[in-house]
């Protein structure tokens, strides 16, 4: 018989993608207000692996990710994507969206994005958001499933993740000191 017991917390990983680089700052400044600071950031990757956004969105799309210093509760994850809904709403303009929000966690074992969208790999959380499980680690890296986006796929954004899951390990490790003294 297995016994119930909490799980660890996890990474908060937030995507954000737009045609407006500026923007970035006063969201990022939202999402710290929001979820606590930022402690790992990437570089700007291109986000051209699809042109599904760019009638609302515009050309020439770029992609930053964020990592935050606080962990969060696994199950918290449908009140982040509500969250981060809201940001990108109060900087739509006429009914289309400036930036695109992408809040997942990451564990040692598995790397997860929220979204609304229902599919057959997908786990209902609640409040109509679904966990998209979209990478697993295994062989010491991250690997992608039949589904992962391919932008997630990419060497710059594994090596990201890779950073992400280095100091989500070190943070637990502090975590645990702390609960040793």
Known sequence: MSRPALP????????????????????????????????????????????YYEPEMGTGLLRRMMAFKNLVSQDSLAEIKHATNEIEAQYSSKDRRRINIDPGYLLRERFVLATGKNFSHRIYTGRGIYADLTLVYQKGAFRPLPWTYPDYIA???????????????????????KHHD
């Open 8 to 51: 660890a917390p996890a990474k908060l990983v937030v995507g954000a993608f737009t045609a407006e680089r500026d923007l970035i700052v006063p969201v990022a400044q939202k999402l710290s207000e929001k979820f606590g600071d930022i402690d790992l950031i990437s570089n700007w990757f291109a986000f051209d692996f699809t042109d």
């Open 155 to 177: 060497p710059d954004m594994l090596d990201f993740l890779q950073r992400v899951r280095s100091k989500y390990i070190f943070d637990l490790k502090e975590i645990k000191e």
